[in-house]
């Protein structure tokens, strides 16, 4: 996929061409920012504009040469196929090692073979270990004139500090859900499915794909409909559908993903009635929605949005096992209004 291609992130975008164009290309960069909104995309696009003999007016790769065919159709974990663009991932361990790093070091005082320059990904940088790192540093101070570094990262506080200030910084922000989506109907997602895969996905295209065929996802509102169908107080029916959901128990996180946007959704629904468009279940407003809404109000769809978003971060920082977890939460969640001072089950 070429510069002018990638969804989303414009500026870095338009940035890096009119750096390009201009010969001000900093040696080194850093791309920061959540994992699968796209830095790998930039990078590789970015390698082929570095390669290709024919930029197009608008100053992206041409996209059809051989040179910019070999570098675009480079997938995570190979190797390219163009020698001058070097992508360096973890091999058969989850580290970058010191070994592979030589490797690199021992090939790019050469001069690049077919372009003008050199492009080296790092992917993910923060999968360099120390000894990768530092053998990496000296080079990354004074790299030769006919090489550039990318080095991407989701986890930018994971780098040694002497390794992030020698790099320019250039960070990517999340795609807006609208983004998603389009990204997803061009991977030949049915518009409903990526509609709501998109609003699921928090504004990773990345995360959206992992997550279309995730079958917590598909019956969420199957998972929604049982949760609603519970008489308010009845603690019994709550574990039971607790044990219910958390069968397989890996699913849990996904379980919750499902409240904590529905709940959410009741909450904006409480405060606006006429709000549609950030819902992520407008198809339930006028069903399940509905009757949580009118069964809560705005102050226990407040307290339920917190008990979720903290039962997420017990079970992520504390290792709190998924089963145990969804039944307090379940419970608390579908206990009638006007309780929540009584069900004293927030872990602070
Ligand atoms: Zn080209």
């Known amino acids: 996929m070429l510069l002018d291609d990638i969804l989303g992130h414009e500026r870095v975008r338009e940035g890096l061409k009119s750096a390009a164009a201009s010969d001000t290309v900093h040696h080194a960069m850093l791309f920061s920012?959540?994992?699968?909104?796209?830095?790998?995309?930039?990078?590789?696009?970015?390698?082929?504009?570095?390669?290709?003999?024919n930029p197009t007016a608008s100053g992206d790769a041409c996209g059809t040469c051989r040179s910019c065919e070999r570098i675009l159709s480079h997938r995570p974990g190979e190797e390219t196929r163009h020698p001058d663009v070097l992508w360096l991932s973890p091999q058969s361990s989850a580290v970058i090692k010191i070994a592979q790093v030589r490797d690199l070091l021992g090939i790019i005082p050469y001069p690049p073979l077919e372009a003008r320059v050199r492009t080296v990904v790092i992917e993910p940088a923060d999968t360099m270990n120390v000894e990768a790192a530092n053998?990496?540093?000296?080079?990354?101070?004074?790299?030769?004139?006919?090489?550039?570094?990318?080095?991407?990262?989701?986890?930018?506080?994971?780098?040694?500090s002497t390794i992030r200030s020698r790099c320019q910084a250039i960070h990517f922000g999340r795609l807006a859900d609208e983004e998603v989506e389009r990204g997803l109907r061009a991977a030949g997602v049915g518009p409903e499915q990526?509609?709501?895969?998109?609003?699921?996905?928090?504004?990773?295209?990345?995360?959206?794909?992992?997550?279309?065929?995730?079958?917590?996802?598909?019956?969420?509102?199957?998972?929604?409909?049982?949760?609603?169908?519970?008489?308010?107080?009845?603690?019994?029916?709550?574990?039971?559908?607790?044990?219910?959901?958390?069968?397989?128990k890996d699913q849990v996180p996904q379980v919750l993903e499902v409240l904590l946007r529905f709940y959410r959704d009741a909450l904006l629904l409480s405060v606006d009635a006429s709000e549609r468009v950030r819902l992520t279940h407008p198809h339930l407003v006028d069903t399940l929605l509905k009757t949580v809404v009118e069964r809560l109000g705005t102050e226990a769809l407040l307290y339920r949005l917190a008990l979720i978003t903290d039962t997420q971060r017990a079970m992520t920082s504390r290792n709190i096992p998924g089963v145990l977890s969804l039944e307090r939460l379940l419970v608390a969640l579908l206990a009638p209004p006007g309780r929540e001072g009584a069900t004293a089950i927030r872990d602070r």
Do not use: H, N, W
């Open 33 to 53: 920012g959540p994992e699968g909104v796209g830095k790998g995309a930039v990078a590789r696009a970015f390698a082929a504009l570095a390669a290709c003999p």
């Open 135 to 160: 053998a990496l540093l000296k080079t990354l101070e004074e790299p030769p004139s006919s090489t550039r570094f990318i080095l991407i990262t989701s986890r930018p506080d994971a780098l040694l």
């Open 194 to 248: 990526a509609r709501r895969g998109a609003a699921l996905a928090d504004g990773s295209l990345g995360v959206a794909l992992e997550r279309i065929d995730d079958p917590v996802l598909a019956r969420g509102d199957e998972i929604l409909g049982r949760c609603v169908a519970v008489r308010p107080g009845d603690a019994t029916a709550a574990l039971q559908l607790a044990a219910d959901l958390a069968d397989p």
